[in-house]
């Protein structure tokens, strides 16, 4: 297994439109077990393909508390979304340091296949409705800070910039 680096926003390589897995093959199991050891030591709830610099429809997500019921989503789909919303405090493994709220359907239906190319489907709600939308955007190229005003948007670039400057001090 390895570590794969996490891209940073404003990386344009996020910004990128992931492709469907065409076979669920070894290749793509690497991938799934390299992806969920990168987010389980990052540590994160949630990784996508794109954040790892792979243009494909593959996510993984856990959100149990012993980080042990690992969510594998291939070729993800959200078929259905409620019309009521909740505000979360979101993260990111690709924004560091920067928590802001965002506003998302409360619940919502998913279509996906696992590693074994098994198709399933499951209701969400709560921080997985909330985890599935934010790591769906991920993979049509768009980062949760872009919910934000403007203002913020530049303040988090300038704050990322500065932290990058200082880690290369290092
Ligand atoms: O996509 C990502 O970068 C992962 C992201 C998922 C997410 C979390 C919360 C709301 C929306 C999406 C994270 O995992 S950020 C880190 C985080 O939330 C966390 C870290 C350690 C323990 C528990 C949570
Ligand atoms: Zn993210």
């Known amino acids: ?3 794969l680096p996490i891209l940073h926003y404003p990386d344009p390589r996020l910004h990128k439109v992931a492709k469907p897995v065409e076979v669920i093959d070894d ?14 030591e990052a540590p994160g709830v949630g990784l996508a393909a794109t954040q790892v610099d792979v243009h494909e429809r593959v996510v ?7 980080s042990d ?3 594998v989503l291939i070729n993800p789909e959200i078929t259905w979304k409620s019309e009521e919303q909740q505000v979360y405090e979101e993260g990111c493994l690709s924004v560091p340091g920067i928590y802001d709220e965002v506003r998302r359907s409360s619940r919502i239906h998913v279509k996906a296949h696992n590693e074994k190319d098994e198709a399933f489907e499951f ?11 934010h790591e769906l955007d991920h993979l049509l190229g768009k980062v949760f800070v872009e919910y934000l005003s403007p203002l913020k948007q530049s303040r988090i670039r300038a704050k990322i910039r500065k932290q990058e400057r200082e880690a290369e001090r290092v």
């Not at 993984?60 to 012993?66: A, G, K, L, R, T």
Request: glycine residues 2%.
């Open 60 to 66: 993984v997500i856990d959100i149990s508390e012993d």
């Open 69 to 71: 019921q690992l969510l």
């Open 27 to 40: 290749r793509i199991r690497e991938l799934v077990r390299n992806m969920a050891e990168t987010m389980y």
């Open 123 to 133: 209701d969400a709600e709560g921080l997985l409705a909330v985890c599935v939308q």
């Open 1 to 3: 297994m390895a570590l």
